[in-house]
Nanobody
Framework: QVQLVESGGGLVQPGGSLRLSCTAS????????MGWYRQAPGKERELVAS???????NYADSVKGRFTISRDNVKNMLYLQMNSVKPEDAAVYYC????????WGQGTQVTVSS
């Protein structure tokens, strides 16, 4: 089975930066688009950013201009660079392979506090 492992979360101050990482094992990583999602308590899980297998990206309006999604197909890694972090960015962040599956990892917690 496919296994997704997210890492890099932690405590960050408003206006600060953080970089999240994701690795996927047991999958054809380079052949699929990927996405970063987040879920805050009491809220629906939402798509934050996506990237095609060729490296073209798209972002939710709420993070556009602040976050950058990237991938390294050689290392089988997906990244989310978070800059100018706001309190509303606090959530558990998940990565996903856009292959029609519903498999999720355990996520990584991002806490925004001064």
């Amino acid at each position: 089975q496919v296994q997704l492992v997210e890492s890099g979360g932690g405590l960050v101050q408003p206006g600060g930066s953080l970089r999240l990482s994701c690795t996927a094992s047991g999958s054809i990583f380079s052949m699929n688009a990927m996405g970063w999602y987040r879920q805050a308590p009491g809220k629906e899980r939402e798509l934050v950013a996506s990237i095609t297998r060729g490296g073209y990206s798209n972002y939710a309006d709420s993070v556009k201009g602040r976050f950058t999604i990237s991938r390294d197909n050689v290392k089988n890694m997906l990244y989310l660079q978070m800059n100018s972090v706001k309190p509303e960015d606090a959530a558990v962040y998940y990565c996903k392979i856009h292959d029609g599956s519903s498999i999720w990892g355990q996520g990584t917690q991002v806490t925004v506090s001064s």
